[in-house]
């Protein structure tokens, strides 16, 4: 990944929720950890367009997150917080195949693409079942798979082990050490991260911390104790 975060900052309604911030993410996993409100999501949804920079700009892979955001969109998934707002359709295969149609592949190929993105996560068994009823665990894949299908280079994952049991949390973890792509996760359980090559820690809007996963992680508890 490449993503440049130029001078980039955000305000709603006159409250700073990320303060103006330069700063060049390259590798390929990056974590992201702070206290609730410090600006975690707002950094994370620039990255993918979904929050626009009130001051300065954003650079995802060479392109503007606002001048080229349907191309940014496509090249940088965001798997949501609450992965029950992820999916639309009742059904896990049609809302993937949805969700490939709408990226523009081609109909021959949807099928066998959804298939393949479920077996990849271990969840070919989900593809028939209402996604109302899957647990927060099979939820959380399943949100996965449908943003890993059309095949962004980029994976951004807002809280992707929250409200996980102990072993569906590992399970995700270990589904996530596993992408090939490239991974930028938020995450208050700062195991998942424990492997990340680069956390960065937010306070109040401000970048506080960045470095390797074992100091950060340190700042941040010794922070809090
Ligand atoms: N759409 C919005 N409108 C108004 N204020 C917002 C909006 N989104 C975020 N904020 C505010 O901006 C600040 C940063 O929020 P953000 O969601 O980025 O924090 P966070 O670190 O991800 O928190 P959490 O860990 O609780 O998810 C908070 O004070 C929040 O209330």
Known sequence: MKIEFREAGVTFEG????????LTLTGHRVGIIGLN???????ARLINGLTKPGTGTVIVNGRDTVKELAAVNADAGYVFQSPQNQIILPILQDDIELGLKARGV??????????????????????????????GGELQLAALAA????????????EPTNQLDLRNRRRVAETIDALQEDVIAISHDLATLASFERVLLFHEGRLIGDGPAGTVIEQYEAMNR
């Open 15 to 22: 409250r700073t929720a990320l303060h103006p911030l330069t």
């Open 147 to 158: 943003v890993l299908a059309p095949r962004p280079s980029l994976v951004i994952l807002d």
């Open 106 to 135: 081609a109909k021959a190929d949807i099928a066998a693409r959804a298939e393949s993105t479920l077996a990849r996560l271990g969840i070919t068994h989900l593809a028939r079942r209402r996604a109302h009823e899957l647990s």
């Open 37 to 43: 409100g410090s600006g975690k999501t707002t950094f």
